[in-house]
């Protein structure tokens, strides 16, 4: 992908401010941190988002998510970690190579919008549950 900017920032092209590195990844400082310290997992390989990423990908990032959560825990000090991972603008994904945020928060830090909890009527969980079912088959 000659223009995914993340392309390049994962294969050393442009240079960033590197966490980690392996043969399949990249984590980097995100640029404008919700807090200091809020990383991004960048597959070298070019994937839009995780809805179209190799499952060797998609099983090689949590373990690597959950170092590096690890590792912010104790540089930071933080009260907890929120692993984000955007598909699609309507779900606020920006730049489309696959990332996965991981950002340190603070109790009552409010940086996160809490959605408004919806509910099921009587048996339509059970509908909805049946129509996601078969369509994984
Ligand atoms: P998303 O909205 O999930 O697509 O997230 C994209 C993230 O990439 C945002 O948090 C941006 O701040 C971050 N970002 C964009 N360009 C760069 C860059 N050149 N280096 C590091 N982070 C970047
Ligand atoms: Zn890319």
């Not at 980097?28 to 809020?38: C, E, T, V, Y």
Request: hydrophobic share 45%.
């Amino acid at each position: 992908m000659e223009n995914c900017i993340f392309c390049k920032i994962a294969n050393g092209v442009i240079p960033s401010a590197t966490v980690y590195e392996d043969d399949d990844f990249r984590a980097i400082l995100d640029i404008a941190p919700a807090h200091k310290g809020h990383v991004l997992l960048l597959p070298k390989n070019h994937f839009d988002n995780l809805l179209c990423a190799d499952d060797d990908i998609a099983a090689k990032a949590l373990p690597i998510v959950k170092r590096i959560a690890n590792a912010l825990k104790t540089v930071t000090g933080c009260d907890g970690i929120n692993v984000l991972q955007n598909n699609g603008t309507a779900a606020g994904q920006s730049v489309f190579h696959l990332h996965i945020h991981i950002i340190p928060r603070y109790e009552g830090d409010g940086i996160l919008p809490v959605w408004d909890q919806g509910s099921y009527a009587d048996g339509e969980a059970a509908e909805w549950a049946a129509k996601i079912a078969s369509a994984l088959e």
